[in-house]
């Protein structure tokens, strides 16, 4: 099975952040403290911190790169870079991690994500300087919680750090978000999350007993000894309901999704980029690569009522979306809409949806977090800070560089040709037609919906006579145009020349698929799924992904 | 007559119970022949060399245990590796508990009376304080209620535990009764505990004799062999006796650990109760009476025929979930935060029972590492509850000359604890540290992973899902939802709130509720705060603020040992688990 083989690049991808969040927590301890009385002496020692989580950040963005080339792309559907060690012997679980190509993907989603949130958050939290060196700390501190939930390949060790994480992440909502509900929204947050976890922990117990007494060992927790076995029908279905659960609340899903606009509300857009873009990606990659392998009968079983939840969410979240008078608010409501095509995708059972969700997960992640930390950069140009859509206006004749940034960034997520979201969409929905072509007939409108709500508040925000209040913001600095250039490059890359991505998410797709039991069904489609990646599929080569997947 | 015949005594078994219990007698002399200056010292050093000396006895034992149960006089001591593995644990909490007892923080005042016997407000009382007596009793009562517990969950016979019982309960009794601060409090925590314990040990004395009737002898291995064969003992077919019976036996046991429906004794007890003892308590009680409940139950549970069985497995499920209802449900509703805590420890009374309803090893391996768990994040979490205090902003002075946040006013007087869970707003600022140290101990508690509490949980759990009982572990599982809900509760009104009272005054320390330090700066506030808090001082005379007390050593220690093991338990219990697996080796 799998062994430590070479370099660790996946343990020491978890642990850097660990140590950049430690050196960030202490850079300036001891100078800092305003308890002598004066305030001035504390800049230096503290203020440096940012750079040091900057640093921090960029060199893990190295060490992705290191990985990706470890990585063998012609064989992206197996689990690689395989390290495993004893843990717990005696509750059976392990330190195990690996990647497949839409595992990489979301590394190189969080790792390429965090410097830009960073970079974005470089003068939030009022100049205390205190304040956003703790801040920056538990970023990172979450970032390694991200990748390793990414990598785990032990389901006691996904476990652990799928709840795990949402300690640091309330911290960021509620210590350091905006507004009086923060704290309110950090706790909806919490037990939202906590309430399916705990369900799910359930789920885990029993899948552990599932296993023969006589079979299980120090290892029995790994994903892959727990693929595969001959499970009780019902027992399978429940839980399946257990972790299914987890992931649609963590997702965000249709009927469980409430937390999720509160919480971008009141956090602060980089703390929004980092749990919607990356954190949230967590539901639906554990549902492909936890649900789909450890219960295929019941994922068949469950699958009409799932693509109906996906296509409810899909249409439920634009139409909010588009009444939506906070412009952060929005963007939460856009994100219930997208990740109802991401489930909506995997639960085709085709590898083409599959393989089209892998791949929306990336461009939802970037495209969405261009929105937030964008829409970020705007608030933070008005005097009052106000995160109402209806406060600005014209902003786009002061500061145009900010408008067409959020521009692209919004097409994106309208899935506009060209852009990113574009070619995902496209394959989930024509994953999804060979299967539930009443499901795509009735999500399709949800693209026209995606126009609206996006030119709507473009064209609020951003023309029109300029708000008074407005007149005298200044355009984007280098700063922000460096957060803002990284994403939006990524997003025209991505939607021009998909092929090098696509290698990596192809192959998993086609695993998902044979896992859960399915074959694609075969004739008509097949031509149109061939026509759904025209562009780039012969220019396939390893180093293009990277460049994309890690944006510095 | 017959000779009397000295029995022959494995004395290396009893020595973990007899260190103990000899030096509990040592420290009754210490009392009468050391001058009053150097009692403490002497009475630390010695409980503390006790504890550590049972620790190592305990340890000595281990291998030898692991082959061979050890009976010592037919019984009346039985050493199995799980009474050894409950002692252990005792052992351990006893120490932390001991040095959290002992620290007389920068105020130098110990937590306890002067002259506990001193009648509250009266002038005799007075004088015992200025003249700066200490009850130094303590540590000998502190050594018998050890030696009770060692001895609980380590003996065969029903007549030796309901000794045991009394030994261990008595002096908590009295040390309940001996707070320095909130005296009425305490001394009526302490009569309300006693009456109850009476009252409980009267249940199980009387079930003592029903089993007693059934099977003719007191012992358990004995009253198995009747049930094995009804008719060596002439009411051996009354099985209906030894099923009532055990229920008594188990109600004064369930009474112990604080489970509903016999939990009521546990909110007063633990409010009114000196903290440090309450965290002795809460710890080491549960673990010793978990202890003799695994002891009785698996025994005598796993003799009876699979019907009556039944019986006794309905109520156990009836008072796991009654327990877990309501200790968490009522635990979300308190403002005050030991009896918070106190509807924790019954909620937690009611996850260590869906861990036993197995009535196997999986169970019982679960339930001593669970004991592990609970008992360092409660004393870390009443250690740190000791130094949270009170302080009056003497009315005399004006609010110039006072620091708004953060810093300790030198005029100030320190009081009792601050109890309250509003007082606590803002903690995160005044002590980072402590705060950190008790939001670990309630994530712990609330089972957060990366935390022992959570491997403790996933093993209960796990255990009972085992068992078949997976309803009981799904309620569980929601109860630990709910139980979350007012432990975040309070590290939100720590580290997120700003502090509500006249000290937040200051409309910039109002405005940046930061997530941990002083990071506000306090200088310039104090301006903004002058005529607010200037006027209310003058009115009221008695006005408090909170502050968090210096630990000379002892305390800080305790705290910062049980956050370590807090952390390590989770995220690397792989050692303690063998540990506790070789100890799980349940016998009959």
């Keep these: ?552 | 007559m017959n000779e009397f015949v000295a029995p022959p005594i494995d004395w290396a078994a009893v020595s973990p119970v007899l260190v103990v219990l000899a030096a509990g007698v040592l420290g009754v002399l210490l009392e009468a022949f050391v001058p009053a200056r150097a009692r403490r010292a002497t009475q630390l050093t010695l409980t503390l060399a006790a504890l550590a000396g049972s620790l190592v006895a305990v340890g000595m034992l281990w291998d030898r245990v692991q082959e061979n149960a050890v009976s010592v006089v037919g019984g009346s001591y039985l050493l199995t590796p799980f009474g050894l593995g409950v002692q252990a644990v005792i052992g351990v909490c006893a120490l932390l508990g001991v040095l959290v007892v002992a620290e007389r923080t920068t105020t130098g005042q110990d937590a306890f009376a002067p002259a506990a016997a001193a009648v509250p407000g009266t002038a005799y009382e007075d004088e015992t304080r200025r003249a700066g007596l200490q009850q130094t009793e303590i540590y000998p009562l502190m050594l018998f209620a050890t030696g009770g517990m060692l001895l609980f969950p380590a003996t065969d016979d029903l007549i030796v535990m309901f000794v045991a019982l009394e030994v261990l309960s008595l002096p908590l009794y009295v040390l309940c009764a001996t707070a320095r601060r909130r005296r009425l409090l305490s001394q009526e925590a302490a009569f309300k505990y006693f009456v109850l314990g009476a009252f409980a040990s009267a249940l199980f004395v009387f079930g003592i004799a029903l089993v007693y009737g059934f099977a003719g002898t007191v012992r358990l291995q004995g009253v198995v062999q009747v049930l094995a064969d009804p008719v060596t003992s002439p009411l051996g077919s009354m099985t209906a006796l030894v099923v009532v019976g055990l229920l008594l036996v188990l109600s004064g046991l369930l009474f112990k650990i604080g489970a509903a429906p016999f939990h009521a004794w546990t909110p007063d007890v633990y409010q009114g109760a000196p903290t440090p003892i309450t965290g002795f308590m809460a710890a080491c009680t549960k673990a010793a009476a978990i202890g003799a409940l695994v002891r009785v139950l698996f025994t005598l549970a796993n003799g009876l025929d699979p019907a009556t069985r039944h019986d006794v497995e309905v109520a156990l499920w009836s008072v796991a979930i009654l327990t877990m209802l309501v200790g968490t449900v009522a635990g979300a509703v308190q403002t005050d935060v030991k009896r918070m805590l106190a509807y924790s420890s019954i909620a937690h009374a009611g996850f260590l029972v869906v861990g036993l309803v197995g009535m196997d090893q999986v169970g019982s391996q679960a339930v001593l590492f669970y004991l592990l768990a609970y008992g360092l994040a409660t004393i870390g979490a009443f250690a740190v509850v000791t130094l949270v205090r009170e302080q009056t902003v003497s009315p005399g002075s004006s609010a110039e000359t006072r620091v708004p946040t953060g810093e300790v006013p030198d005029d100030g007087v320190v009081l009792g604890e601050a109890t309250r869970l509003a007082q606590w707003a803002g903690l995160g600022r005044k002590a980072p540290w402590l705060t950190a140290a008790f939001s670990l101990f309630l994530l712990s508690m609330a089972g957060i992973p990366l935390t022992a509490g959570f491997v403790a949980k996933f093993g209960v759990f796990s255990a009972a899902v085992e068992a078949g009982a997976w309803p009981l572990a799904l309620l569980g599982v929601l109860a630990s939802a709910v139980a979350v809900f007012f432990y975040v509760r309070v590290i939100v009104l720590m580290v997120l709130t700003p502090p509500t009272d006249h000290e937040a005054a200051g409309a910039s320390a109002g405005q940046e509720p930061a997530t941990g330090g002083t990071d506000g700066a306090p200088a310039p506030a104090g301006s903004g705060t002058a005529t607010l808090t200037g006027a209310a001082t003058r009115t009221l005379v008695s006005r408090t603020v909170v502050t968090v007390v210096g630990s000379r050593g002892p305390a800080a220690f305790a705290i910062a040992v049980c956050a370590v093991g807090v952390l390590l338990l989770g995220i690397l219990p792989a050692g303690a688990l063998d540990l506790v697996a070789q100890a799980a080796q349940f016998r009959p």
Aim: charged share 10%.
């Design chain 1, 1 to 552: 099975m799998t062994m430590s083989t070479g370099f660790p690049w996946l343990t020491v991808l978890i642990v850097w952040p660990l140590v950049a969040a430690a050196a960030t927590a202490l850079t300036g301890v001891g100078r800092g403290r305003p308890a002598a009385g004066v305030t001035g002496t504390g800049r230096f020692g503290a203020g440096s911190a940012r750079t040091v989580a900057l640093v921090g950040a960029l060199v893990e963005v190295a060490l992705l790169v290191g990985a990706f080339a470890a990585f063998d792309t012609g064989d992206a559907g197996s689990h690689q870079l395989a390290e495993t060690h004893a843990w717990i012997p005696a509750l059976g679980a392990s330190y195990a991690v690996g990647v497949d190509g839409v595992g990489l993907l979301l590394v190189a989603l969080s790792v390429g994500l965090v410097p830009l949130v960073i970079l974005a958050a470089w003068r939030e939290q009022g100049g205390d300087h205190v304040r956003l060196r703790r801040y920056l700390a538990t970023v990172l501190l979450l970032e390694a919680f991200m990748v390793t939930v990414f990598v785990a390949r032990d389901v006691f060790l996904f476990y652990v750090v799928f709840e795990a994480m949402l300690i640091p992440a309330y911290f960021l909502i509620g210590g350091f978000g905006q507004g009086p509900q923060r704290r309110y929204a950090a706790v909806k947050f919490l037990l939202f999350s906590l309430a399916g976890g705990l369900v799910m922990l359930v789920g885990v117990i029993a899948l552990y007993l599932q296993v023969p007494a006589a079979d299980r060992g120090p290892q029995t927790f790994l994903t892959d000894n727990l693929t595969g076995l001959t499970l009780d029908p019902t027992a399978e279905k429940l839980m399946f309901c257990a972790f299914f659960l987890a992931f649609a609340i963590k997702a965000p899903m249709f009927p469980v999704h409430s937390w999720l606009p509160d919480v971008t509300q009141h956090a602060t857009p980089g703390t929004s980029t980092l749990l919607i873009c990356v954190l949230d990606k967590v539901g639906t990659f554990g549902m492909l690569t936890l649900c789909l392998p450890l219960f295929p009968e019941a994922s068949r079983w469950a699958a009409p009522f799932v693509v109906v939840l996906a296509v409810i969410s899909i249409l439920y979240g634009a139409i909010l979306a588009i009444g939506q008078q906070d412009v952060l608010r929005l963007i939460g409501y856009t994100s219930v809409s997208h990740f109802g095509f991401i489930i909506l995708g995997i639960f085709t059972f085709t590898s083409l949806g599959t393989a089209g969700s892998g791949l929306m997960m990336l461009n939802h992640g970037i495209s969405t977090g261009a929105l937030f930390l964008i829409a970020g950069f705007a608030i933070a140009r008005h005097p009052r800070q106000s995160q109402l859509i209806g406060d600005y206006g014209g902003l786009r004749r002061v500061a145009p560089i900010l408008g067409g940034t959020f521009l692209v960034a919004g097409l994106s997520a309208a899935a506009l040709p060209g852009l990113a979201t574009f070619v995902s969409e496209i394959m989930v929905f024509l994953g999804s037609y060979a299967r539930w072509p009443a499901a795509v007939l009735v999500a399709v409108p949800a693209v026209v919906l995606a126009a609206v709500y996006v030119l709507l508040t473009y064209q609020r925000m951003f023309t029109g006579a300029t708000t008074p209040e407005l007149a005298d913001a200044r355009d984007l600095d280098g700063r922000e145009k460096t957060v803002a250039g990284v994403l939006v490059g990524a997003l025209l890359v991505l939607g021009l020349v998909p092929g090098p991505v696509l290698d990596y998410v192809r192959a998993p797709g086609e695993v998902a698929v044979e896992q859960v039991g399915e074959t694609d069904p075969p004739p008509a489609v097949e031509p149109a799924a061939s026509s759904a990646e025209p562009v780039g599929t012969t220019t396939a080569s390893t180093t293009g992904s990277v460049t994309e997947g890690s944006p510095l």
